[in-house]
């Protein structure tokens, strides 16, 4: 009922009372946490209960991940954080396409910036359990004159406290942002991001992701790619949202300005994965991301070539219930294929 009452109102209302009602411990809906020991696996040498995330772009400013975790989330990521608080673009800058099941965001690294989400990730931290997998995802601020110097800034001022990194470089709504997918520099950002990390004994073993864009040409792949297997890159996001426009799009929404998410962008996001699983020979850890809704989708991300799998957009049609739903249908394929555990199925596309 709750759900459906804050799909009345405009987006970034509800998002920011939703954020308020998990602050306070209101349930959102039933609770149910369920173990599955065929979707337990250890990837990068962290212990992960289920391959389901909560993608970045949720909980900006880590302030719900317990109450996320509550749902049955395998790991929370939170962000995008850049340096300085920002208060992102001109509003509205959200919109429900309701008829394609999908969203157009151009919200532009709206956050409360790193000093503010550092004190929340260390409260946070206080009672952690160790099952509870974190991952920090950063950007730049829109007005650096320095971009990489932001992600080496955020690098060590949260990477102590999570589990992971993902260095945001492909979100549509930063101007200049996707210009560090390219050859050349983005091995810069990740040679000088290696530098970082191997100057803070507590981030020389950390997982470093880097989320790319769906908006990528094949030569722009498999440079990244190559890039990737060359400097022992530890993992892809594969993908942020889309600057393209299905023509299967209904809602009188779909021409706004921003990245697209939802189930409109659910084929060409797994068709990519499918490429970089194949360009990287299977050797680095991918996460799917991407139009996910169901068990069956989430296996598709999976046999694709995805160690783990993210959503959002799902959330926001469905409610929290749908993260046990997936669990248990997910788990449910696996066995039928005869499977003794997630892991076995990656890759295993036809």
């Known amino acids: 009922m709750l759900i459906n009452l804050l799909r009345l109102l405009p987006p970034e209302t509800a998002h920011t009372l939703t954020i308020k009602l998990l602050r306070s411990n209101i349930s959102l809906n039933s609770k149910h946490k369920q173990l599955f020991k065929s979707l337990k696996q ?35 990521e939170i962000g995008t954080v850049t340096p300085k608080i920002q208060l992102g673009n001109e509003k509205p800058r959200i919109f429900r396409l309701i008829e394609d099941e999908a969203i157009i965001n151009h919200l532009g690294f709206n956050n409360e910036g790193s000093e503010k989400v550092l004190s929340n990730i260390k409260s946070f931290y206080k009672n952690k359990d160790i099952n509870e997998i974190i991952g920090v995802n950063i950007g730049k601020n829109k007005s650096t004159q320095s971009d990489i110097d932001d992600y080496l800034y955020c690098v060590e001022k949260l990477g102590m406290y999570s589990d992971y990194i993902t260095i945001n470089i492909s979100s549509p709504n930063t101007p200049g942002l996707r210009d560090l997918q390219l050859r050349g520099r983005i091995e810069l950002l990740v040679k000088k991001i290696q530098a970082k990390q191997s100057e803070i004994e507590g981030l020389i073993k950390k997982p470093i992701f880097i989320k790319i864009s769906p908006d990528l040409n094949d030569e722009q792949l498999r440079d990244i790619a190559l890039m990737s297997l060359a400097n022992n890159v530890n993992g892809l996001i594969i993908s942020n949202s889309t600057t393209k426009r299905p023509d299967t799009l209904i809602s009188s929404y779909k021409n706004e300005l921003g990245g697209l998410s939802g189930k409109p962008i659910f084929l060409n996001s797994t068709i990519l994965l499918k490429k970089m699983y194949s360009l990287t020979n299977g050797q680095i850890t991918l996460i799917g991301v991407g139009g996910v809704s169901s068990g069956h989708e989430c296996y598709e991300k999976i046999k ?24 248990k249908e997910l788990d449910t394929l696996i066995l039928i294929d005869g499977y003794k555990n997630v892991s076995e199925a990656i890759g295993k596309s036809s």
């Open 304 to 327: 694709a070539g995805a160690s783990l799998v993210q959503l959002y957009t799902a959330l926001v049609y469905q409610g929290p219930k749908i993260i046990n739903k997936i669990l």
């Open 42 to 76: 250890k990837i990068l040498g962290i212990n992960f209960k289920n391959p389901i995330g909560l993608a970045a772009g949720f909980d900006k400013n880590a302030e719900v991940m317990s109450q996320m975790f509550s749902y049955g989330f395998g790991f929370v």
